[in-house]
Every structure is written in structure tokens, then in C-alpha cells.
Nanobody, 118 residues
Framework: EERLVESGGGSVQPGGSLRLACAAS???????????MSWVRQPPGKGLEWISG???????IYADSVKGRFTISRDNAKSIVYLQLNNLKSGDTAMYYC?????????RGRGTQVTVSS
């Protein structure tokens, strides 16, 4: 069974950093390396917001809201996708999910909570 598990969330002050990880397992029918992957987030009381995607070759795209502050990367040998969050703002507070597909819409994990507060 294909599965995605996010980790690395936590509580930080504005300006702080976190590194999220998304570990994939069970991708036996089609290898993890063949999937584009993405991160989306859901702030409290709001809908899902796509924030970043990475294709099979490592090419990355970002939403304007996080461009220049967040960096997506992947390690296909370990079947992990990372999201480095720098210069965090209170508006970044949300549950963060990774998923298959460059803009989401596929398999998604259960998420990891990021809270930015002073």
C-alpha cells in the first residue's frame, strides 16, 4: 500500500525555520522517483493552499506566497521529499501535507502541524 508520512512540524517564532520531510513507502507498482510531488497546506478555518511542487528531475515551482522563503527538494534514493521553511511568518501557520502530483490532487499524507507565534 502506497503511503506518505509527513514529519518535522512544530512551533517556532516569526523569522524561524523548520524542515519538513515526507517519507514515501509502498511505491512498488511505480517507483517513487517517477512521481512529481508537492506540498499543500491548510491554515486554521481555511481551505487547502498549494505551495510547492517538484518534478521527477528536481525542477521546482512555488506559490508566490512562499517563493524565496521555502525550498522543496527530494532524495529519490531515500524516497523522501523535503520542504525547508525559512523566515516563517504567522500566516504560515497551517497543517502541511505532501502529496503526489506537481500541483497535488493525488495521494496525500496525514500532515504535520506548523505553528508560527511569538
Amino acid at each position: 500500500e502506497e503511503r506518505l508520512v509527513e514529519s518535522g512540524g512544530g512551533s517556532v517564532q516569526p523569522g524561524g525555520s523548520l524542515r519538513l520531510a515526507c517519507a514515501a513507502s509502498g511505491f512498488t507498482f511505480k517507483p517513487f522517483s517517477s512521481y512529481a510531488m508537492s506540498w499543500v497546506r491548510q491554515p486554521p478555518g481555511k481551505g487547502l493552499e498549494w505551495i510547492s511542487g517538484i518534478n521527477r528531475d528536481g525542477g521546482a515551482i512555488y506559490a508566490d506566497s512562499v517563493k524565496g522563503r521555502f525550498t522543496i527538494s527530494r532524495d529519490n534514493a531515500k524516497s523522501i521529499v523535503y520542504l525547508q521553511l525559512n523566515n516563517l511568518k504567522s500566516g504560515d501557520t497551517a497543517m502541511y501535507y505532501c502529496g503526489t502530483g506537481l500541483t497535488g490532487g493525488g495521494l496525500r499524507g496525514r500532515g504535520t502541524q506548523v505553528t508560527v507565534s511569538s
